[in-house]
Structures are given as structure tokens and as C-alpha cells.
């Protein structure tokens, strides 16, 4: 009873310190809030729209300028008409526009003569998202009108619409999209980045309220308070933010998951669950961070180092199986990453508890890491014999 009598009156400490210092409010709920509405209405409609597309008709056809309108009326594209290459190329390279599409001088001649006319792509691989989405989005336009100049030739040829549709497109490809049938780029991206965006502030600010312990020489006061048990003043101090960071996390579920209407065959509970694993293994990793290197500045900077790795290294945008034998293991090193594959039994496959047991596991292994620097951090709480500046 004693032992909980010292965590309330730590927790009390936390609080008061948390309401005077305004870089708390900034760093979690600001932070959060502007990324979970950047993500989420940023990518509302599913997928980016309006991508700016320059298009140079050099060939100023009744066909080219019908290929231009049905480019512009795509959600994706908007194009941007340019008199010559080189005014294109200018606005292009100065980052306004996405990629540029030139249709050649002559183009309607050459479809009429059969001589193959040859479009022109220049896609900025700088804007990754925007220039493939173009480019996919150029390409399906000129397979459609390359498919609607052969059906025009073989109805010309007394071929009935079966037989064209065979030989336009002899193989008809039946696509299922498991797990996100709509292709919402707002479910795939903002359900794992706004989660990491919260493993990297649950790790930098525990740094931060950790750190200042020793920075502004409260450490002393804090062991008292504790009885000199480092143990009993970490799970003051953590308790507070365990339940602020889950509570953040749940709601962001909510949103997604009711709110948005993502998609989801699994339980919201166990996401819930996911992420109070994701916070306290995240929190353990902070006190391993601040325990190796006692420095505020030098462990806020291990510590965003660390929290940007995770975000390559979950495997959400590239599996990890294809990656490197050590690079696949350097993954198991983040929370991020566990939390990731919680997420894929819930919401793909609605395993529950059986399916992704041993990825909870895995994160409260993460308690266990901070075992071996504690001592180390007891001393520097005590003797505050580190730089603080």
C-alpha cells in the first residue's frame, strides 16, 4: 500500500509539471490533431484528385482534343495545356506539374495511315505518389483510345462487338482487392501513419519528461518522493501518460474504424488493445533510450532517429520478407512493426487473440528491455552528474 501511496503522489507531481509547461499540449494533442487531420482530409475522396497533368498537342486534332477532355474529366487528372515542350518542361521543373504528355504532330494522320503514332510521358519521379498515380493514369487513357482506333478499324472490317472485344482484349483479368476493395489510399496510408506518428511522440516525449528530470534538477526530489526506488518513480511518472497516450490512440481507432467507415472485419476492441500495446512498449523503449544516454538533446536525437526507422521498417509500404536477413530481424526492434501485424489479422483477416498472440508477445518483451540500464538511471537521478545543456 505504501508503494502505491508514493506512485499516486508521483502522478499528482506529473500532472502539476504537465499543466505548467506548455510544450506538453503542443508536442501531444496539437501534433496529433494536425496529423490525424492532415491524413484523413488530405486523402478524403480515396485517392488524390486534380493531380496537375501538362498536356502539348502538337497535333491540335478533333481526336487529340477529344483524348485532352477525356483526361480532364478523370478524377485523377487536370491537365494543363502548353503551347511547346519547353514551357512544360520549365513549369515541370519547377514542381507545379506532375508529368507531362506529348501528342505528336500528325497524330490523327498516322492513325488513319496505321503508323503507329508514338506518345511521350515525362514523369517527376520527385513527387512519388503524384507521378505514379499519373502515370497510371496517362497510360489507362492511351489504352483506351488505342482500344477505341481498333474497334473503330474492325467495325469498318464488318467484325460484330464479341468478336472485337476478343481481339482488343483477348485475356479479361477479374481483380479482387482484399481488404481494401475501394483502392482508399486513405485507409492504407493514414491507418499506419497516424499510429506511427504516436509511437514517435509517446517515445520523444517520455525522453523529454524524463530528461528534464535531470535538466532542470528535479530528479533528486523524484527519488524522494519515491523512496529511492527508481522502479516506483518510473510508474509514476509513466502512469498518466499510458492512460493519456491510450485514450489518444483509441479515439484515432474510433475515428477510423466509425467515424470514416474504414474497412474492418475485425473486433474494435483489439485494435484497442493494440494500441495500449503499442504505447507501453513504446514508453519502454523511451526509458531505455533515456537510460543509455542520460543527455536530454542527445537522447531526444536517438530517439527520432529510432522513431523514423520504425516507419521504414514495419513493412506497410515494402514487405519486410524481401528486405535483407539483418534488416528483417532490425524490424522485430520496433513496436510499430507489431502493432502493424496486429492490425492485419484484425482488419484483413478477423483472427482475434489466436491470430496475433505472438505479436503481443513480442511487445511486452519491450518491458523488459529497460531492466538492464536502471541502475545506471538511478544514479544519474541521484548524483545528476550529466551535462545538461
Sequence with gaps: METFRKIK???????????????????????????TIFYTTFLAEGVPS?????????DNSSVSRNFVSQLD????????????????REI??????TSIIV???????DLQGFRQPTFTFYINGLYFLGGSLAYKDLLLMVNLTSGAVQRQVLRAKGYDDATIMGIIKPVEVDVHQIGNPTMNYGSYLATMMIPGVLQMIVI???????????????????????????????????????????????????????????????????MFWDVFLL???????????????PVLRFSLSVGSLYSVLGFSLTGFTLPIEVLDGPFQAMSYMFPLRHYYLIYVQEYMFNSGFAGWWPEAVYMLLFLFAPIVILPRLKRAYILQDYSKN
Design 204 to 270: 520523444l516525449m517520455i525522453i523529454y519528461s524524463l530528461g528534464t528530470e535531470l535538466k532542470y534538477g528535479g530528479s533528486r526530489k523524484l527519488m524522494e518522493l519515491a523512496d529511492g526506488n527508481i522502479v516506483t518513480a518510473l510508474l509514476g511518472k509513466l502512469f498518466f501518460y499510458t492512460i493519456f497516450f491510450t485514450v489518444i490512440g483509441g479515439l484515432i481507432e474510433i475515428l477510423f474504424f466509425r467515424w470514416l467507415h474504414y474497412p474492418m472485419d475485425g473486433r474494435l476492441i483489439n
Design 50 to 58: 486534380d493531380v496537375p497533368i501538362g498536356v502539348v498537342d502538337l
Design 73 to 88: 474529366a478523370t478524377q485523377l487528372g487536370k491537365t494543363i495545356r502548353f503551347n511547346t515542350f519547353s514551357d512544360a
Design 103 to 109: 501528342i505528336p504532330e500528325g497524330f490523327y494522320a
Design 92 to 97: 515541370l521543373q519547377r514542381g507545379k506539374i
Design 279 to 293: 504505447v507501453i512498449a513504446s514508453e519502454a523503449v523511451a526509458v531505455l533510450i533515456i537510460g543509455l544516454v
Design 9 to 35: 503522489l508521483i502522478y499528482r507531481r506529473e500532472l502539476v509539471v504537465w499543466a505548467k509547461r506548455p510544450m506538453y499540449i503542443i508536442g501531444t494533442i496539437l501534433a496529433l490533431a494536425f496529423c
